[in-house]
Each structure stands twice: as structure tokens, then as C-alpha cells.
């Protein structure tokens, strides 16, 4: 079964958009083994919008373009798969992809053909240029057959932002992730505001078809295509960003340049605690505790039930000022009179406490506080 957990791996298009080519490509594969991001579970690597040509060829055929891939695109996912990685393309359900390329609207199962002959293991599948009067649910579906059809194990990797709730439907036309937003950008804002919109949406997202949040920003610092060239995010956002897609259980496809990336970021993305509460086999939502308390406004408390009776309580500061914020235990089941609690143990720092009297702690700006957590009565 594919997509049995949260798919991990790495992306070209938030650092290199368009600049993307086979020593590139060749590079990244070296670096997600050498650097253990491989050993880490990230296992795709997926090659974004720009390999092809302009314009299909006589026969009707998307042509990569050889300047950025001289040897064609088969060398490249045999250099990869000897990696012991796995390789993605990306396609779009319109007429056009995103940044202009011929796709795969009413050329579905000639290109799953081509995809599947090069050897490719994942598609990601967008939405631009949509035809006005095309039917969504319908387009999806033809690319999951196609590509069924070839008789290849595909990730289909669905991409239409959240049009028509996908969370309702994607699962049930084969697609093994669905990008629920519009594009994230190296920023807080970016970040917060598409979590926000799909902390209610989790419910459907589970082995076999994941809600995906989008690509990481961490390690980009303001460089790339999604970035302005303000710096980007700071290291304390990029850790509460990459804590928060593992506590929602959220594919990590990373965006940074994994060959070049700092100590801090590596030692982020490939962090064993962080990355098992994504990949929890139970792959449960987390459940959002709701005050409606003046001192709560921008703050965001969750428990998440991972197997083994354990669970992961986090507090998420989004406000740019330190406060001390506090986790109701009552609020999330563990009533006064159970006279139960929890041993925790701090996810960064390491640092570990028994509570019986709710959580308080202190939460840095735009910071996230994540605890592992055992249920114990006195
Ligand atoms: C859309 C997608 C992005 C990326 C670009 C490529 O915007 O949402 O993730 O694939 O297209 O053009």
C-alpha cells in the first residue's frame, strides 16, 4: 500500500523554481543520502513544474528539455533510484502547467505511459489553466486511472489548493495526497494562516490519503522562489513550523536546498522525536482545545494521541512577544477529580516534568512548546 504514512521527501520548486537541471537533481540525490535526510525517512525526490519543453513534439509527446536534462529523464531516475531514492514528476489537470508548459488535460493516459516508462514513483498533479467548464472531480480521476493503468506503483500526489473540498473527495478517486491551500511563501504569516484554515479538515487525512499543508520553508532564510529576499523566516519560526506539519501528521516534502543547508536546519528537519509524532502509526489529528479566554487570543493548544498511550501536547505562541500560556488538562479530558497527570518530556530541550495541575510554560515569539506525554494517576 502506498502513502501507509505521511509521504517525506524533497521538492525543486520552492528554492529553484524554473533553474532546475540534471546536475541539480544528480546533486540534491547525493545530498538526502550523504547527509542522512534518506536515513531520516525522506525518500522522494520529486522534480517540480519547468523540465520540458515549451511545446509538445510532432507525435503529441512532452519532451524534457535538454538543455536542463541532456541525458533525458530516464538517466536521471536511474541515478536517482540507484540512490536508493525514489522519484517524482509533476504534471498539471489543465491545459498548461503553472509556469506555462504543456500538461496533461485530454493527454492523460499517453503521458502516465511516458511517466511510467521513465520510472517515475510519484506524481504531483496541479491545477492551472483549468478549463472554465471542466469538471474538478473528473480530471482527477482520469490521472489516477492513467496512471493505475500503467501497471506502476505511482504516489499521486493531487494539487488543487483546496478547490471543491478535497478533503471530501480525494481519497475516494485513488489520490494518495491532496495539497488543501494555496502556495506557501518563507514567512510566518504564510505558514500560520494555512494551518489555520485546515486544523478543522484533518479528520480525513489518514493511511493511504493525506491533507498536505505544502512544501517546508525551513532553512530557506529568505532565498528561492517562495521568498522575498527579506531574510525569510527566523530559526525559532522554522522550528514551530516543521513541529506543527509533524504534529498534524502532514507529508514533509522538503523545499530548502538540501545540499547547502546549515546544522540547525539539517538537525531540524531530521529530528527522530519530531519526525515519529508525523509518522505515528494511529496518524491521528490533533485535537485543538478551544477558550474562548481574552488572555488565549493567539494561541494555539493541542493534544495529539499517538499509539502506545502516549500523546504529544504542544502550545503554539503566535504572537511576535514571549508569554507564559498555559494547557488546561481538564480542557482536554484529564478532569480535576481523575486525579491523573502527565509525565512529559520537553521535544527539544529534553527537559522532563510531572504535572498534575494543567501545563505552564513558557512559549517564545511565534514559538512552539511540544511536549511527549504519558497519562499517569497519583
Ligand atoms: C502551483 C503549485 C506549486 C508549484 C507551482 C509550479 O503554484 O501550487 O506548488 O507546483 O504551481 O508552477
Redesign the pocket.
Known amino acids: 500500500m502506498l502513502a501507509q504514512r505521511p509521504p517525506m521527501g524533497w521538492?525543486t520548486?520552492?528554492t529553484f523554481?524554473k533553474d532546475i537541471n540534471e546536475e541539480l537533481v544528480m546533486q540534491t540525490a547525493d545530498a538526502m543520502v550523504e547527509k542522512g535526510y534518506l536515513a531520516a525517512g525522506y525518500e522522494y525526490l520529486v522534480i517540480?513544474?519547468?523540465w520540458s519543453l515549451p511545446e509538445r513534439d510532432a507525435d503529441g509527446n512532452i519532451v524534457p528539455d535538454p538543455e536542463k536534462f541532456p541525458h533525458g529523464m530516464k538517466y536521471v531516475a536511474d541515478y536517482v533510484h540507484s540512490k536508493g531514492l525514489k522519484f517524482g514528476m509533476?504534471s498539471?489537470a489543465g491545459t498548461r502547467?503553472?509556469?506555462g508548459y504543456p500538461s496533461s488535460y485530454a493527454h492523460e493516459y499517453r503521458d502516465a505511459r511516458m511517466f511510467a516508462e521513465i520510472g517515475i514513483d510519484f506524481l504531483?498533479y496541479?491545477?492551472?489553466y483549468f478549463p472554465q467548464h471542466g469538471d474538478c472531480k473528473h480530471a482527477y480521476i482520469t490521472m489516477s486511472m492513467a496512471l493505475k493503468s500503467t501497471g506502476r506503483e505511482i504516489l499521486f500526489s493531487a494539487?488543487n489548493?483546496g478547490k471543491e473540498e478535497p478533503w471530501n473527495w480525494m481519497r475516494s478517486v485513488g489520490a494518495h495526497m491532496y495539497?488543501s491551500t494555496?502556495?506557501?511563501n518563507d514567512t510566518f504569516v504564510s505558514y500560520k494562516d494555512i494551518l489555520d484554515s485546515q486544523i478543522d479538515k484533518f479528520a480525513m487525512s489518514a493511511p493511504g490519503c493525506f491533507n498536505d499543508i505544502?512544501?517546508l520553508i525551513c532553512g530557506m532564510y529568505g532565498k528561492g522562489f517562495v521568498s522575498f529576499n527579506n531574510g525569510g523566516c527566523n530559526d525559532e519560526e522554522y522550528k514551530s513550523h516543521f513541529a506543527l506539519w509533524c504534529l498534524f501528521g502532514a507529508p514533509l516534502m522538503i523545499g530548502g536546498d538540501i545540499r547547502n543547508m546549515n546544522d540547525l536546519t539539517r538537525e531540524l528537519l531530521q529530528n527522530k522525536e519530531l519526525i515519529a509524532i508525523d509518522q505515528d502509526e494511529e496518524c491521528r489529528p490533533p485535537f485543538e482545545v478551544h477558550s474562548n479566554h481574552w488572555f488565549d487570543a493567539d494561541t494555539r493548544k493541542f493534544v495529539k494521541h499517538l499509539s502506545g498511550n502516549e500523546y504529544v501536547l504542544a502550545i503554539f505562541n503566535t504572537c511576535p512577544a514571549e508569554r507564559k500560556l498555559e494547557l488546561s488538562f481538564d480542557a482536554i479530558g484529564v478532569t480535576t477529580e481523575s486525579g491523573c497527570g502527565f509525565e512529559l518530556r520537553d521535544i527539544f530541550s529534553g527537559e522532563e516534568m510531572t504535572r498534575f495541575d494543567n501545563l505552564y510554560v513558557d512559549v517564545p515569539p511565534h514559538g512552539v512548546r511540544m511536549f511527549r506525554a504519558k497519562l499517569i494517576s497519583k
Open positions: 521538492n520548486w520552492n523554481g517540480d513544474d519547468c509533476y498539471c502547467t503553472c509556469a504531483k496541479d491545477f492551472c494539487c489548493w495539497r494555496g502556495d506557501i505544502d512544501m
